[in-house]
């Protein structure tokens, strides 16, 4: 990317980054197993990461001002790939991150990797 050696470790740090490799948490699984289908049970919010590997999710939305707010179909076999807001920073805005949701389906199946939240 014409970046300097260490470009990435010191925005990392800057940030507040650090790697997470999202496991199931039982809270979660317990919490959106009991929700309403048409519940939202995670917020809207754009990904804090480079990208983010999404293996599997029912409910999951996106949103463009354009369109609203749209579901994203869960396919066995595929991978969604979402740009985050660390590689929206590499690349000076010409990749955008973008602001998603999650309803209360059952995503208890959903793997997510590459995945970089705050490091306190």
Known sequence: LGYEQGFLSNISQENNYGLYFYDREEEYIDF???????AIVVPPHK???????????????GYAPQYDWFSIPDREG???????????????????ANIHRVRGYDSSKA??????????
């Open 32 to 38: 959106i197993k009991k929700a309403d289908e048409e």
């Open 47 to 61: 990904d804090r990461s480079i990208i983010t590997l999404v293996v599997s999710i029912k409910g999951l939305e």
């Open 78 to 96: 595929y991978i969604i790939v979402q740009a985050g807001t660390l590689l929206q920073a590499l690349t000076q805005e010409a990749i955008k």
């Open 111 to 120: 793997v997510f990797w590459g995945h970089l939240v705050p490091v306190k």
